[in-house]
């Protein structure tokens, strides 16, 4: 009777799984179709801001994405926030200020505004960002990362109505040669590819901070950040897809998913497996604490249908008999990730990577169950501080 029994529990999870992933593939196809209106003859200020930390290797070539923009040049501005770097980031950024100018190309500096170093992720950096931007949009990416000419101009022209408070973008990894990076990037386009999908629907519940935008206006309104000087040491604004939700569920607000197959970011694969744990255990926890029953429902199931998975694959050295259960179940899983990953792979210029998909399932089950346990137990860290995901903002 225990493997009958338990074949159905897998076959029941595993059906639910393909319905939500049913549901996030059909928005995603709806929002790829969607033909965004050009930019009016004047369009409007953009403030790109740009958080750091010891990120020397880095920020020149990130920067140089940014001013590469197709964006008219007298309509953004970059604003690199130096978080306590322990490097010569800032020193880089202001080599590149003098040759392009300060009007285009602006350092703030945190030692020089807080007493001392704070605890937490880079949210008190993006706020010292948007308490000095000028621009009527906000979009933020990370040092490490390279847009595409069209990113700016592709994520401002989302905002197409004055309704719209949130705009998430299309992150991508390069891969290079290696199989480790060409799963990592794998993922990632599943992740953007759920995130655009649910954004769609109606539920976001994936952003990426490489790639996100909203109105000034929006982020002051629902008071994550203080306009003042006097701006409090501790002022943490919630985690990207914290704010995404916070404002995707405001009544008179929307949230979009930037549909410009030109508005890319690309960054890089976590080069070791300890950073890579590190990154991943920073996002399974801030997905535990997911506000709203339905995401969290959501978020659970999936852990739960991993868990069995994995559990399946155990019980079923003891007990062949299971195997036409396992089987279906895998048919079923693949099935549902291939249906969207394949629009969301094209969209990114990677449908090559589709062929790690069959390979990767078996290294992909027992990485999700440890990974959300980790997330939901311990306390990750980001670049040496601890970091606690928070619902709520620290100011108010």
């Given at each position: 009777?225990?493997?009958?029994?338990?074949?159905?529990?897998?076959?029941?999870?595993?059906?639910?799984?393909?319905?939500?992933?049913?549901?996030?593939?059909?928005?995603?196809?709806?929002?790829?179709?969607?033909?965004?209106?050009?930019?009016?003859?004047?369009?409007?200020?953009?403030?790109?801001?740009?958080?750091?930390?010891?990120?020397?290797?880095?920020?020149?070539?990130?920067?140089?994405?940014?001013?590469?923009?197709?964006?008219p040049?007298?309509?953004?501005?970059?604003?690199?926030?130096?978080?306590?770097?322990h490097?010569d980031?800032?020193?880089?950024?202001?080599?590149?200020?003098?040759?392009?100018?300060?009007?285009?190309?602006?350092?703030?500096?945190?030692?020089?505004?807080?007493?001392?170093?704070?605890?937490?992720?880079?949210?008190?950096?993006?706020a010292?960002?948007?308490?000095?931007?000028?621009?009527?949009?906000?979009?933020?990416?990370?040092?490490?990362?390279?847009?595409?000419?069209?990113?700016i101009?592709?994520?401002?022209?989302?905002?197409?109505?004055?309704?719209?408070?949130?705009?998430?973008g299309?992150?991508?990894?390069?891969?290079?040669?290696?199989?480790?990076?060409?799963?990592?990037?794998?993922?990632?386009?599943?992740?953007?590819?759920?995130?655009?999908?649910?954004?769609?629907?109606?539920?976001?519940?994936?952003?990426?901070?490489?790639?996100?935008?909203?109105?000034?206006?929006?982020?002051?309104a629902?008071?994550?950040?203080?306009?003042?000087?006097?701006?409090?040491?501790?002022?943490?604004?919630?985690?990207?897809?914290?704010?995404?939700?916070?404002?995707?569920?405001?009544?008179?607000?929307?949230?979009?998913?930037?549909?410009?197959?030109?508005?890319?970011?690309?960054?890089?694969?976590?080069?070791?497996?300890?950073?890579?744990?590190?990154?991943?255990?920073?996002?399974?926890?801030?997905?535990?604490?997911?506000?709203?029953?339905?995401?969290?429902?959501?978020?659970?199931?999936?852990?739960?249908?991993?868990?069995?998975?994995?559990?399946?694959?155990?019980?079923?050295?003891?007990?062949?008999?299971?195997?036409?259960f396992?089987?279906?179940?895998?048919?079923?899983?693949?099935?549902?990730?291939?249906?969207?990953?394949?629009?969301?792979?094209?969209?990114?210029?990677?449908?090559?990577?589709?062929?790690?998909?069959?390979?990767?399932?078996?290294?992909?089950?027992?990485y999700?169950?440890?990974?959300?346990?980790?997330?939901?137990?311990?306390?990750?860290?980001?670049?040496?501080?601890?970091?606690?995901?928070?619902?709520?903002?620290?100011?108010?």
């Amino acid at each position: 009777m225990l493997v009958p029994g338990f074949g159905i529990l897998l076959v029941t999870l595993a059906l639910l799984y393909a319905a939500l992933f049913a549901v996030w593939a059909s928005g995603l196809r709806r929002v790829l179709s969607r033909v965004l209106a050009p930019l009016p003859k004047e369009p409007p200020f953009v403030s790109v801001i740009v958080p750091a930390r010891d990120e020397a290797t880095e920020i020149e070539a990130c920067l140089e994405s940014l001013l590469g923009s197709d964006y008219p040049a007298t309509a953004y501005e970059i604003i690199v926030v130096d978080d306590f770097s322990h490097d010569d980031t800032a020193a880089r950024v202001e080599a590149m200020q003098r040759t392009v100018g300060p009007d285009r190309l602006r350092l703030i500096r945190l030692s020089d505004r807080l007493d001392h170093e704070y605890e937490g992720h880079k949210g008190v950096a993006l706020a010292w960002g948007v308490h000095d931007a000028i621009g009527r949009l906000i979009l933020t990416t990370d040092a490490d990362c390279r847009v595409s000419p069209g990113w700016i101009s592709g994520m401002a022209r989302t905002f197409d109505e004055t309704r719209v408070g949130f705009v998430a973008g299309a992150v991508r990894i390069e891969p290079g040669r290696s199989l480790w990076g060409a799963l990592q990037a794998l993922e990632l386009a599943g992740l953007v590819g759920i995130g655009a999908g649910a954004l769609e629907r109606g539920r976001p519940n994936l952003c990426n901070s490489a790639a996100i935008g909203y109105p000034r206006r929006v982020f002051e309104a629902l008071r994550v950040v203080q306009r003042s000087p006097e701006m409090p040491e501790r002022v943490t604004p919630w985690d990207d897809e914290l704010l995404l939700m916070k404002i995707a569920d405001h009544p008179k607000l929307v949230a979009r998913f930037c549909p410009d197959p030109g508005a890319i970011v690309t960054t890089h694969a976590e080069a070791t497996l300890r950073a890579f744990w590190a990154q991943r255990r920073r996002w399974a926890a801030t997905g535990a604490r997911y506000p709203g029953v339905l995401r969290g429902l959501s978020v659970r199931l999936i852990w739960v249908f991993y868990a069995a998975l994995l559990a399946g694959l155990v019980v079923l050295a003891f007990r062949p008999a299971l195997w036409p259960f396992v089987a279906a179940v895998f048919a079923i899983k693949v099935l549902a990730e291939a249906t969207l990953l394949m629009p969301i792979l094209r969209h990114l210029g990677q449908s090559r990577l589709l062929a790690w998909l069959l390979p990767g399932q078996l290294l992909q089950i027992p990485y999700v169950v440890i990974v959300g346990v980790s997330g939901a137990m311990g306390q990750p860290s980001w670049k040496g501080r601890r970091f606690e995901p928070e619902l709520t903002p620290a100011i108010s």
